[in-house]
C-alpha cells in the first residue's frame, strides 16, 4: 500500500513537470484521472520489466545449444514510441525467432491421446439384432445395452518426415466379454516431393465417405447396410500401403492407390476364409498370393467444389480388386461412387446451423467357387450385390441435428441365398435426432424401419450415448 | 507504348513459348519465379489485414476465414488443402485458436514449407503475453483453451507485437524485400501510436465500467482499454445460454445498471437483443475481424477506430 502511495506520487511529481493540458484547465478532475492513469502506468511497466526479466533470463538458458548456430539474426526490438500523454504503453516484449517461447502446459505433449466411448442402449422387434438387422461391428448388437466400441486415439508427429497414428479398440459382445482390435496403426509422410503422400500400416482403405471414418464419426448409431455387406462388419481395413497425389489443379482432385494383403474378416470380400472356415456358404481355401497381383487393390479419385461461399461439394469414385478364397482363381470387384455436400450459412455459430446430403452407391461382383461337398451342393456362380444409402443431416439449432436416412440393398439370386444375411434386398429407413452437450459429447436417438426379403419387417429403436477424453484430432471436411 | 514494329515476329515467337511454359507450369501448378511475392495463407482476417500492411505488394494473401465467421468452427475444406498446397507460409493465431480445422488441412497439405517449426509456419501467439492461461486443464468448467485465451489481437500493442513478428519472418523468407517490410513495420507501427493515444482517451472516462459479452473474447480489450468485460451470456465457454444463466445477467445488468451488450457476427443475436429488451440495455455489433461488421473493412486501424468509437458513443449514451 505504502509503495502504491510511493508511487502515486512519484508519478504526479513526474506528471507535474509535463506541460500537460490539465494544468491549463486546471481542472481537478482531469488531474485525478491522470494521475490514476500514470499511476496504472508505472504499474504495467514495472510488471512488463519483470517479463522483460523473465524472458531474458529464459533466454540465456536457452541461449547455450542456440550458439553453435550461425547466422541466427539479433532479436530485433519491438520498438513502441510511446505517446508523450497518457502513456499506459508497457514497451511490449521483443520477439525473436532464435527464442522459442515455451506456452506452459499447452502443446508440451508429443500426441494427442483420447478415448472415446459409445454406448447404446435400445430395443428390437428382431430377438437377436446382431444375428439379421444390424450386422455391423460398432452397431448395438441386443435389446438392452451394448458397448460396441470403446476406443483410444493417438496421434502425432512422429519426427520431421512422419506423423503416426493409433487406434485400438475395446469392445464387449453379447456374452459382455471384451475383445480388443489393433483398428489402425499407421504413418503418414509429410514430406514428399511432387504433392505425394504415403501411408503405411494397418488402416482403413480410402473407399467411399464412411468407410474410413471411426464410429464416433458417424451420423447414426450403426454402420450402413451395403457397406456391412461389401466390407463385412469390420469396415476394409487392412495391412498395407497407399500412395496419393494431390493433382496440381486450382480446385482439389486427388488420385490414390491402397495396395494391401487383403486378407481375414477386416477383408471380407476378398481372402476372407469366413466364419467357420465358409463365405456364403463355400468353404474356403486359405489362399496365399501367387504374386503382387494376388493383392488387393483400391484406387480412389476425388474432387471438391466450393459451389459458393457457404456450399462445398466433394465427390468421389472409388474400387477395389483382389482374389476371394472361395476358389483357386476367383475374384472381387467392387466400384462405388459417393458424394458429399455441405451448407453451412457465413454466420454460423459453432457450427450451426448447416446441412448436409451424403449418398454413397455401390456394387460388388463377387465370383463365388463350387462346393459340389457343401450340402446343398453350391455351383460355380457370379455373385451381384448392389445398393445405396442417402442421408440428410439438419443442424437445427446450436448442438442439435436431426437425420433420416434412407438405404436400399439387393443382388441377383444366389444359391446360398436363403441363409446368407449378407445377401437379398433389403430396405431400411431410420429417423435420427442427435443433441451434443458439448464437443465432447452426445446423446442419440434413432429409430430403424427395417424390411427385408428373408426377416419380414422390424422395428428398433436405440439411444446412444457417447463421451470423449482427451485430446482428440481435428478431423476431415 | 512499345512501338509496332519492336513486336517483330521473332520476339512473338519468343512470347509465344514464354507464354506456353507459363501456361504449362501454371497447369501444373508451379510458381514461376516471375516476381518473388510470398503467397501467404492466413487463417484470419485480423492476421491477414496485418499481415498485407506488412507484406504490401510483396505479397499474395489468401484468407480462410470469412469477416463473419466463427474462427473456432471453420470448415476443413478440400479446397483449402489445395491453397495450403501452393503456399510459401501460413500464418496462424494459434494458441489454440484453429486447432479444430488447421492441423488436418496441414495434414493433407504436402507441403513441407509449411511444417511446425518452419520459417513458413508463423504462429502469431509466439511473444504474447497469453491471458487466462488455465493452471488445471478441466473440461467441466467448459470449452477452455490450454494455452490461455487465443482472442489476443484486439489489443493494439499486442498487434505491433504480431506486426514485428510478421516482418521478420518475412525478412528471413523474402531477403531481397526486407527493407521494405520494415518499412512497413515501421509505418503500421507508427500507424498505431498515433492512433493510441486518441482509444485510450475515448474511453477513458468509462474506466472500469463492465459490458456484457456472448462469449469471453475481449478480455485483452478489457486490460487495455479499461472496460470490464467479464460478464457473459455463455454460463461457461462453449456452454449456450440456459434461461437460468440469462436470468442472473439480466439481474446483474439491472443492479448494475450495465448498459452495453457485445454481440460478434457469428453469435445469436436474437439472444442478446432479448436480454437488451429486459435491461433497457444496448446491443453492440462488434467484430475482432476487419470486414465482421460495417465499416471496418479498411484494415485493423479502421476496426479499432470504429469499436472504439462505437463503443464511446453506447457508453456515453447512458449518461444522458
Known sequence: ?477 | MIPQQLFNVQSFTIMKNRLSILVLAAVLGISPALYARLNVVVTTPDLAAIAREIGGAHVEITTLARPAEDPHFVDAKPNFIVKLNKADVIIEGGAELEIGWLPALLDQARNSKLAAGAPGHISCNEGIHLLEVPSTLDRSKGDIHAAGNPHYLIDPLNAKIVAAHLADSFCKLDAAACATYQANLKAFTASIDAKLNGWLQALAPFKGQRIVSYHNSWPYFSERFGVKIDLFMEPKPGIPPTPTHLGEVIQTMKSEKIRVIFVEPFLNRRTAETVARNTGAVVLDVSQFPGGVKNTDGGYVQLLDQLVSSLAKALGGQAR
Open chain 1, 1 to 477: 500500500m505504502k509503495l502504491k502511495i510511493f508511487v502515486g506520487l512519484s508519478s504526479a511529481l513526474w506528471w507535474s513537470l509535463l506541460p500537460a493540458p490539465a494544468q491549463e484547465t486546471g481542472e481537478v478532475e482531469l488531474i485525478r484521472k491522470q494521475l490514476q492513469q500514470a499511476n496504472d502506468a508505472f504499474q504495467k511497466a514495472i510488471d512488463e520489466h519483470r517479463k522483460i526479466i523473465d524472458a531474458l533470463n529464459k533466454r540465456l538458458e536457452t541461449i547455450q545449444p542456440a550458439q553453435g548456430r550461425a547466422g541466427v539474426p539479433p532479436p530485433t526490438p519491438v520498438t513502441s514510441a510511446v505517446p508523450p500523454v497518457a502513456a499506459p504503453s508497457p514497451q511490449p516484449q521483443a520477439w525473436s525467432p532464435s527464442q522459442p517461447i515455451s506456452l506452459g502446459k499447452a502443446g508440451s505433449a508429443y500426441m494427442n491421446i483420447s478415448f472415446d466411448t459409445l454406448l447404446d442402449a435400445g430395443w428390437s422387434t428382431a430377438r437377436d439384432p446382431a444375428a439379421q438387422l444390424n450386422l455391423g461391428d460398432h452397431d448395438p448388437n441386443q435389446r438392452g445395452f451394448t458397448l460396441p466400441n470403446a476406443e483410444i486415439a493417438l496421434d502425432g508427429a512422429v519426427d520431421p518426415y512422419f506423423k503416426g497414428f493409433a487406434n485400438i479398440v475395446l469392445k464387449l459382445d453379447s456374452q459382455n466379454e471384451s475383445s480388443i482390435e489393433l483398428e489402425e496403426a499407421f504413418l503418414q509422410s509429410s514430406s514428399l516431393p511432387a504433392n505425394l503422400q504415403l501411408k503405411a500400416g494397418q488402416f482403413f482403405a480410402a473407399f467411399g465417405r464412411q468407410n474410413p471414418q471411426h464410429p464416433h464419426q458417424w451420423a447414426f448409431v450403426d454402420s450402413p447396410l451395403i457397406l456391412a455387406r461389401a466390407f463385412g462388419p469390420e469396415g476394409l481395413r487392412n495391412v498395407g500401403g497407399q500412395l496419393s497425389w494431390l493433382m496440381p489443379l486450382p480446385f482439389f482432385s486427388e488420385l490414390s492407390l491402397g495396395v494391401f494383403n487383403g486378407e481375414g474378416a477386416t477383408a471380407h470380400s476378398f481372402r476372407n476364409p469366413g466364419e467357420a472356415g465358409r463365405v456364403h456358404g463355400r468353404e474356403t481355401l486359405d489362399r496365399t498370393p501367387r504374386g503382387p497381383g494376388d493383392l488387393l487393390f483400391t484406387p480412389r479419385w476425388s474432387t471438391s467444389f466450393d459451389l459458393t461461399d457457404q456450399q462445398t461439394l466433394l465427390a468421389g469414385a472409388s474400387a477395389a480388386f483382389g482374389p476371394n478364397d472361395t476358389a483357386s482363381h476367383a475374384t472381387t470387384q467392387i466400384y462405388g461412387a459417393d458424394v458429399y455436400w455441405k451448407w453451412k450459412p457465413a454466420r454460423a455459430h459453432g457450427g450451426f446451423p448447416f446441412v448436409s446430403w451424403q449418398t454413397e452407391g455401390l456394387y460388388r461382383r463377387f465370383e463365388a467357387g463350387a462346393d459340389a461337398a457343401a450340402a446343398p451342393a453350391l455351383p460355380r456362380e457370379t455373385l451381384r450385390d448392389y445398393g445405396f444409402y442417402s442421408q440428410v443431416l439438419w443442424g437445427f439449432k446450436t448442438r442439435w441435428v436431426a437425420g433420416l436416412r434412407g438405404e436400399y440393398v439387393d443382388g441377383n439370386n444366389g444359391a446360398f441365398d436363403a441363409e446368407d444375411v449378407f445377401r437379398g434386398q433389403r430396405t431400411r429407413l431410420s429417423p435420427d435426432l442427435t443433441w451434443y452437450p458439448s464437443e465432447f459429447s452426445k446423446l442419440r436417438l434413432q429409430y430403424n424401419y427395417d424390411q427385408g426379403k428373408s426377416f419380414g419387417t422390424d422395428h428398433s429403436v436405440w439411444l446412444q450415448v457417447e463421451f470423449l477424453l482427451g485430446a482428440h484430432g481435428a478431423h476431415k471436411f
